[in-house]
Every structure is written in structure tokens, then in C-alpha cells.
T-cell receptor
Framework: GAGVSQSPSNKVTEKGKDVELRCDPI?????LYWYRQSLGQGLEFLIY????????KSGLPSDRFSAERTGGSVSTLTIQRTQQEDSAVYLC?????????????FGQGTRLTVV | GQQLNQSPQSMFIQEGEDVSMNCTSS?????WLWYKQDPGEGPVLLIA?????ELTSNGRLTAQFGITRKDSFLNISASIPSDVGIYFC????????FGPGTSLSVIP
């Protein structure tokens, strides 16, 4: 597609359940980022994928969070045993990373509510 | 870790006024980015800056990459109601690190 696509757009889950959030990056973009945005806050970096390199997981807040990127394209962010503090908007972005051109383009996000 | 500060946190201006907002960091970045976020949407890139001292314009927007590589500013001239939103700066080496945002309200 033309832009970064995220699904679902909204997710309500019960505390303790696992959730999977999906990101389809812009075709040809080799870099993919996940961020979390709590209500009224800035963007908190979670994880970064670049090509076939090992992902940078330094932003993941706990071992309940994990992410995969299959075939260098689609990415899934998984949150296990969700807690109420996980409620936030989860944003995915991709970038070309060719030469000096590195601007990240964002999807609309998945709004996660843990009840 | 790397942290960015943005000022002001929020601003209320009259339509037609010029706006100036600032971003500072304790770390050096190779790239500075300015994004705007509308409610319910992801951030949208406004301006990208790649070189210390670089001054770039995009319509009514002007942004500069500070010569110390630790700061950047964004100016909006002749504000209009659709300028309302949250403006984020981001400094980037490998990964864009975002500031907390400046919330802009424009009074018609």
C-alpha cells in the first residue's frame, strides 16, 4: 500500500490476555520501528528492525513484550499477560534508510485498552 | 539515555500570529525531524534536517538544525486553524528519539 498500515485500529482486551498488533510497512522500506504513546505523552521507543540485522530491543519495557518481523516486511508486536498500564496507542513506522535518507513514516496506530 | 526537551509545552495563539517552538538535547544527533500529530492519527513528517546549521523551509514552516547539533527550532508563520495539533521534534542517529511535544491551539 501507499502508507504504513496497522491493525487492528482499536483493541480492547481483558487483563492477563495476550494481544498481537500488526504492522505492514511501506513497500521497500528496510527499517521498521515500534513506539508506544500513552495518553497525552510523547512517543516511547520500543524496538527497531533494520534489514536482516538483529533487532534493537533496548526500548521494550518488560519481557512480556516481543516483536517479530517476517521476511523483512510485516511485523507483529506481541504483549503477553497484558496489564492495565499497557493501555496506550502503539505506533509503527518504517523508513527507507538509503544513504542519508532516513525519515520515518508512521501508521495511524493501534489503540490498546486493557480492562 | 537520550532525552529531548521541547518548549513551550503548550501555546494558545491568535490566527495569523507567528509561532516559534524549540527542541534541545544533551546528546548530539545527525538528523533532526519535526512531526505534527492530529488527534487519532500517527505523526506526519513536516521537515527533515541533515546538516548542522541547515535552515529549511516548507511553505509557512521553517526549521533549523542547531550548529551544536543538540538543538533545533521550528517556526510557523501566519498561523491558521488547521495548524492545531501536537508538534514533536525527533533527533536521530539510528533511531528517532522523540521529544514530549508542543501542543498548539489556534484561536480563530
Amino acid at each position: 500500500g501507499a502508507g504504513v498500515s496497522q491493525s487492528p485500529s482499536n483493541k480492547v482486551t481483558e487483563k492477563g490476555k495476550d494481544v498481537e498488533l500488526r504492522c505492514d510497512p511501506i513497500s521497500g522500506h528496510t527499517a521498521l520501528y515500534w513506539y508506544r504513546q500513552s495518553l497525552g505523552q510523547g512517543l516511547e521507543f520500543l524496538i527497531y528492525f533494520q534489514g536482516n540485522s538483529a533487532p534493537d530491543k533496548s526500548g521494550l519495557p518488560s519481557d512480556r513484550f516481543s516483536a517479530e518481523r517476517t521476511g523483512g516486511s510485516v511485523s507483529t508486536l506481541t504483549i503477553q499477560r497484558t496489564q492495565q498500564e499497557d493501555s496506550a496507542v502503539y505506533l509503527c513506522a518504517s523508513s527507507l534508510r538509503q544513504g542519508g535518507y532516513t525519515e520515518a513514516f508512521f501508521g495511524q496506530g493501534t489503540r490498546l485498552t486493557v480492562v | 539515555g537520550q532525552q529531548l526537551n521541547q518548549s513551550p509545552q503548550s501555546m494558545f495563539i491568535q490566527e495569523g500570529e507567528d509561532v516559534s517552538m524549540n527542541c534541545t538535547s544533551s546528546s548530539i544527533f545527525n538528523t533532526w525531524l519535526w512531526y505534527k500529530q492530529d488527534p487519532g492519527e500517527g505523526p506526519v513528517l513536516l521537515i527533515a534536517l541533515y546538516k548542522a546549521g541547515e535552515l529549511t523551509s516548507n511553505g509557512r514552516l521553517t526549521a533549523q538544525f542547531g550548529i551544536t547539533r543538540k538543538d533545533s527550532f521550528l517556526n510557523i508563520s501566519a498561523s491558521i486553524p488547521s495548524d492545531v495539533g501536537i508538534y514533536f521534534c525527533a533527533g536521530q542517529l539510528q533511531i528517532p528519539i522523540f521529544g514530549p511535544g508542543t501542543s498548539l491551539s489556534v484561536i480563530p
